[in-house]
């Protein structure tokens, strides 16, 4: 039973930081990728950042560049999102969510549509005052 457990969410001030925790058990996942989204109050859920697991390749879209930083720990079957200069417009339930098994280069593609994932975790609330 593949499994996505997100952690690290929490209230902080505009400006701030917090990284975000997806674990992922229930199997191997050499050849997957993980995505983060979000959904704001009243708003669709939106693509944020993606990686391949196998090689590390990653993706974001546009309003999170150079403030958020996706990466992974093999050993710990873990993906982090690292959120940086936090704005009042990324408060959101952050969710992760696995995607796969895919080649190398299909994994390293930024996948933005959510029915392309598989499997998700129940998300995190974060909240950016300002």
């Known amino acids: 039973q593949v499994q996505l457990v997100e952690s690290g969410g929490g209230l902080v001030q505009s400006g701030g930081s917090l990284r975000l925790s997806c674990a992922v058990s229930?199997?191997?996942?050499?050849?997957?990728?993980v995505g983060w989204f979000r959904q704001a109050p009243g708003k669709e859920r939106e693509f944020v950042a993606s990686?391949?697991?196998?090689?590390?390749?990653?993706g974001y879209v546009d309003s999170v560049k150079g403030r958020f930083t996706i990466s992974r720990d093999n050993a710990k079957n873990t993906v982090y999102l690292q959120m940086n200069s936090l704005i009042a417009e990324d408060t959101a339930v952050y969710s992760c969510?696995?995607?796969?098994?895919?080649?190398?280069?299909?994994?390293?593609?930024?996948?933005?549509?959510?029915?392309?994932?598989?499997?998700w975790g129940q998300g995190t609330q974060v909240t950016v005052s300002s």
């Open positions: 969510a696995l995607r796969g098994p895919c080649i190398p280069a299909k994994c390293d593609t930024v996948e933005v549509l959510q029915g392309r994932y598989d499997y």
């Open positions: 990686i391949s697991w196998s090689t590390g390749s990653t």
């Open positions: 229930g199997r191997t996942f050499n050849d997957h990728a």
